[in-house]
């Protein structure tokens, strides 16, 4: 029989750590922390299977299939408890919580408090003797079981929250502020609305027996984990629906019991900085989300974090005490136990932990383990101090870092001098770190709509942040809350996704319906700008200027690591000397792709570009073509000056021609007295270059076989300035390239005219200089015939940009209109421009390095399309046997830790 329920309690449990899959990562760390020793209230966890089950058989034969196990292990938490499941006497209350594969926080549902009824209620009130805990309980899971099963949720954006107003409504007939002022009676009455609005809006009475209750929120945490916001987030994450969610029941612990009781959040090390620090935020006299809702200001767990915190929020040391004491000087003991376990846990799970915990009266419990979100740079220290702490090897160090993550630590920090002048508007939490500026906005839809309309990155500005803002998020520079810490539900998903974010800035007053934000005096209006420091919680009036990332300390560490553990090297593309230098900063070995038509655009280069396309004849091409030799000699100069005998792959002429000639009519006149010709001729010759299908047309190697003298000028301009650069005193390392080839003879035909102009050049100056002639494999009839290609060519470079368009017959400027599509319908699982198609192109790749070797033994192969930069298909050209790959100069770090986890990954 297929187990589906695993219990767990008092140092024992059916699961461990290990079953992720089955029990998720929230399931199996309950499971584990009993194993290790840590106080966890007991309960037991339904598999992901049977999430699985629920969505093929439905949820009457799901329940069926359960139930059995699921009272078994109810009972065994009423033996561990002394309490009994739906009694009215002495009853157990648990809570109901999703937990997936992968941490999807606040993603999908859980149900705290299920169990209560008008009587059970009566009796946690008497057994505690404390009537106000019980009932704030009581209107707590109402709430959160209407809003989750029973489907109490506002009908649109603008509508409040059915109890949200009814809470609104209470307060304002009771004349007070907080939900803490309520008195026992008016949660009574709370409760009574509560379920008469349920009645109302549902047309049935709140179910007041717990296995009803159970069962509803049972399957209701499977339904979520198909709402909206989970899909999304799989979406952006990479999580396959197919997983599904485990459902963990556990006995409830109190945390809104009184003044010895309370509830927190806290990291083993700073997940912002990466800093060695226990930290985290607690409230005494609360429950579950209280801490992360940002309803009421979060505390500090340890001393040193609250005078940190004290002092960057500018609070007095005495109201700091009085006021907002941490947890170290309120509750020494529990704080004492809670460190000891961080420490523990952290020490097994070799990772930074992100932890949850609540205090009844007194006694721990913990109620969650994970590894921790981060951010870029947190990502890199830890795993350095990890390292030096000799707590992880140096493999487990390289693979813990996520490369695309790299990319936050290069990015933009604000301009030195311009902060000097920057207004200062206020001050908030430094909940993310980075650096942001931008046009506001007051709602997630619109920072999505500034995105693709106005192409401008907003800063979204909320009171706080829910999931459903997430989509928003993602697309905006930064963000700005009023409410919430530093574990608020902004600060975590913004430091998750390397996004700049300052929470909880108090002074700042929100309008969404006027849509202003209003800061001490100063008024803003949506589209007004903001820049915000998430490194300091600063919120600038206005644009700041930024200035690029340093890269020093863990980062080069890393970055050194990984050179130890690649077996391919990382090249980059580079059109000039500036490109070249700032990836040699970043580690690239060579240069991939140097494409020769960029250089064409600068200055009054162009003109004399033009003169040779419109040009009438050989002659006439010859003329215009000297123009550019010494412009092309000095470019190449400086690139191989800059490279100092790194290999430079430096390909030929490649777009058509067309994208060189004036389309305006203004441009052709000046072009046509420019060249002393008329302007009908100019129209004409430029109407002539139209192609229907430029992408396949006259370009690439067709160009220099059409026109050899342009393939002439080119080679002569590389070996020159080979040659003279090396009489300059450094080494030069040439690969020329010839791009599009699909016929063995078109390469022929382009290598006999570089070897021919290389030998003149060599009579000519009496000395010769090594090169090479490759070709871009790039045509698929190229990789098919790679054996014959491979018996010309010294050396393949994948030009996987064209061989993706022309295997999947997509044009990359055409795909707008369908590919979006494909990718919501899952007809294609990912953008082929972005993650190379391993499947298709893929076989291409391993088809031309495999023919291509067979008849040149060792033939050098790389890769110097996007892709080269992109961690899966850095992973793949790994597993291909190319030697290098080749990326922006931004994407190399990311290549080259890419490059050595793949070869960890192998070796594994
Ligand atoms: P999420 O995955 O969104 O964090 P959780 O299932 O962890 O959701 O629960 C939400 C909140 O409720 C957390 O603060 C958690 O600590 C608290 N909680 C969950 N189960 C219990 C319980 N048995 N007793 C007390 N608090 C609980
Ligand atoms: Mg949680
Ligand atoms: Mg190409």
């Known amino acids: 029989m297929t187990k589906r329920v695993y219990t767990f309690g008092n140092k024992k449990a059916e699961g461990n750590g290990k079953m992720k899959e089955l029990l998720g990562g929230k399931g199996a760390n309950l499971a584990e922390m009993n194993l290790i020793g840590v106080p966890v209230p007991p309960g037991f966890t339904i598999t992901t299977d049977v999430c699985t089950e629920y969505y093929t058989h439905g949820r ?13 292990a109810i009972a065994e ?10 009694d009215n006497k002495n009853p157990l209350l648990v809570s109901v919580r999703s937990g997936a594969r992968a941490s999807m926080p606040g993603m999908m549902d859980t149900i705290l408090n299920l169990g209560l009824n008008d009587e059970a209620v009566e009796a946690i ?25 029973l489907g109490m949720k506002p009908e649109s954006k603008e509508d409040e929250d059915p109890f949200e107003e009814i809470i609104d409504h209470l307060k304002a007939e009771k004349k007070v502020q907080n939900d803490t002022d309520l008195t026992t009676d008016d949660l009574k009455e709370m409760v009574k609305r509560f379920k008469a609005a349920v009645k109302k809006q549902t047309g049935n009475d709140f179910p007041a027996d717990a296995w009803e209750q159970l069962w509803g929120a049972v399957m209701s945490v499977f339904q979520s984990w198909m709402n909206d916001r989970a899909i999304l987030y799989r979406k952006l994450n990479n999580i396959p629906a197919e997983w599904g969610t485990a459902v963990n029941v556990q006995a409830m612990v109190f945390g809104n019991m009184g003044d010895n009781s309370a509830t927190g959040v806290c990291f083993s090390r700073d997940a912002a900085t990466g800093e060695n620090l226990f930290n985290g935020e607690y409230l005494v006299n609360a429950q579950g989300e209280d801490v992360v809702a940002g309803i009421r200001t979060p505390q500090q767990i340890t001393a040193e974090g609250s005078r940190r915190w004290a002092q960057s929020q500018g609070v007095s040391e005495e109201d700091r005490a009085s006021k907002f004491p941490s947890l170290e000087e309120v509750m020494p003991e529990a704080y004492k136990e809670l460190d000891a376990i961080q420490r523990n846990l952290e020490k097994y799970f070799t990772d930074m932990q992100d932890m949850e915990f609540t205090i009844q009266d007194g006694k721990l419990w913990m109620l969650q383990t994970r590894s921790g979100k981060r951010t870029g740079a947190a990502m890199v220290k830890i795993a350095m101090d990890m390292l030096d702490e000799k707590l992880i090897d140096e493999k487990t160090a390289i693979l813990r870092c996520e490369a695309a993550k790299l990319d936050e630590l290069l990015h933009p920090v604000f301009d030195k001098d311009a902060m000097k002048s920057a207004q200062v508007m206020t001050k908030g939490l430094p909940a993310s770190p980075g650096a942001a500026t931008g046009p506001i906005v007051f709602f997630a839809e619109d920072a999505e709509v500034w995105k693709d309309t106005k192409r401008e990155e907003a800063i979204l500005v909320r009171i706080e942040t829910s999931p459903e803002d997430l989509k928003g998020m993602n697309v905006a520079a930064g963000i700005l809350t009023a409410r919430g810490g530093m574990t608020s539900h902004a600060a975590v998903v913004a430091r998750g996704m390397g996004k700049c974010c300052v929470s909880g800035a108090g002074d700042a007053k929100i309008d969404y319906k006027a849509r202003t934000l209003e800061i001490n005096g100063t008024k803003l209006k949506e589209g007004d700008w903001i820049s915000l420091n998430g490194s300091t919680g600063e919120v600038y009036l206005g644009k700041v200027a930024t200035q690029e990332a340093e890269l020093s300390g863990d980062f080069a560490k890393l970055m050194d690591l990984t ?6 090297k990382v090249r980059t593309n580079a059109d000039t000397p500036n490109d070249a230098a700032v990836a040699i900063k970043f580690g690239a070995q060579g240069i991939g792709l140097c494409r020769t038509e960029h250089m064409f655009f600068e200055g009054d280069r162009i003109l ?18 000297a123009k550019l030799l010494p412009i092309q000699r000095g470019d190449f100069e400086g690139i191989f000056e800059a490279m100092n005998g790194l290999p430079v792959t430096v390909r030929l002429l490649d777009p058509p021609l ?44 067709r160009l220099g076989n059409t026109y050899p003298e342009i393939t002439e000028m080119q080679a002569r301009a590389l070996i020159e300035a080979a040659l003279n650069t090396r009489k300059k005193g450094t080494q030069v390392n040439l690969e020329i390239m010839v791009p599009l080839i699909g016929n063995v003879n078109e390469l022929k035909y382009q290598k006999t005219i570089i070897d021919n102009t290389a030998r003149q050049i060599f009579t000519e100056r009496g000395e010769e200089i090594a090169y090479m002639v490759g070709t871009m494999i ?125 070869a960890i990954k192998e070796g594994k």
């Open 60 to 72: 009457d034969k799901v329940v069926e299939m359960i139930r059995p196990e699921v009272e078994k």
């Open 608 to 625: 004399a570009v033009r003169e040779m396309i419109l040009a009438d004849d050989e002659d006439g091409r010859r003329k215009a073509l």
């Open 77 to 86: 938490i009423e033996a561990h408890t002394g309490n009994k499941f739906n």
């Open 563 to 568: 050179s130890k553990y690649t077996r391919m």
């Open 125 to 149: 009130a008497k057994k505690s003797g404390n009537e106000r805990f019980a009932w704030d309980s009581y209107r707590r899971f109402v709430q959160m079981y209407g809003d989750v099963v």
């Open 778 to 902: 790039e045509v698929p009839r190229a990789a098919l015939t790679a054996d014959e290609v491979a018996e010309v060519a010294e050396f393949f470079s994948f030009g996987t940009n064209d061989l993706t368009q022309m295997t999947l017959g997509f044009s990359r400027d055409d795909i707008g209109k369908f590919l979006p599509i494909y990718l919501e319908k899952g007809i294609l699982e990912q953008d082929p421009f972005q993650v190379l198609d391993r499947v298709g192109v893929g076989s291409l790749v391993r088809e031309g390095v495999n023919k291509g070797r067979s008849t040149r033994a060792g033939l050098k192969c790389g890769i110097c399309g996007e892709h080269g930069g992109e961690p899966s298909s850095v992973e793949f050209c790994h597993t291909a046997g190319l030697d290098y790959v080749s990326c922006s100069p931004f994407r190399v770090p990311i290549a080259r830790l890419s490059a050595a986890q793949a």
């Open 658 to 701: 067309h994208e060189f000639v004036p389309h305006t009519e203004k441009d052709q006149k000046d072009l046509a007295k420019h060249l002393g010709i008329g302007f009908e001729t100019v129209r004409e010759k430029v109407e002539s270059l139209h192609e229907v299908n430029p992408m396949l047309g006259h370009r690439g190697c």
